[in-house]
């Protein structure tokens, strides 16, 4: 019973790590990171993942001056928001109905973790 208690909070305790990594890497590595996440959780074939990088690619470099921004918590996330919808609304073109599912799924859900960590901080 401990056990996959302990490796379920590892688990927990990377994949906020890798969270926290990203504000420090380069739009090219978010980019790569977030297809690499897309490919094995939604299964894009190889042309699907060539332009879901292209997209991630793009909008990881929209999102450089706000996540380096002194402007106030607010602000960048109102930035965040608007620039968040266009790229859904460009990955929605690439992804089939089934996939663009999981992936609201899977966005809805780390929303949610990251109100949480939020909260308890």
Request: aromatic share 8%.
């Amino acid at each position: 019973m401990m056990l996959p208690m302990a490796i379920l909070f590892f688990t927990q305790m990377v994949m906020a790590q890798q969270a926290t990594d990203l504000k420090n890497k380069t739009p090219e590595q978010r980019a790569g990171f977030q297809t690499s996440m897309m490919k094995s959780k939604l299964n894009l074939d190889s042309d699907q993942a060539a332009k879901v990088q292209a997209i991630n690619l793009k909008y990881a470099q929209k999102f450089e001056p706000i996540i380096k921004s002194d402007d106030s918590r607010f602000s960048r996330l109102r930035q965040a928001r608007a620039l968040q919808k266009a790229k859904d609304a460009e990955l929605k073109t690439v992804f089939t109905a089934s996939q663009y599912k999981q992936y609201q799924d899977f966005e809805a859900e780390m929303r949610e973790k990251l109100k949480d960590k939020m909260a308890g901080n």
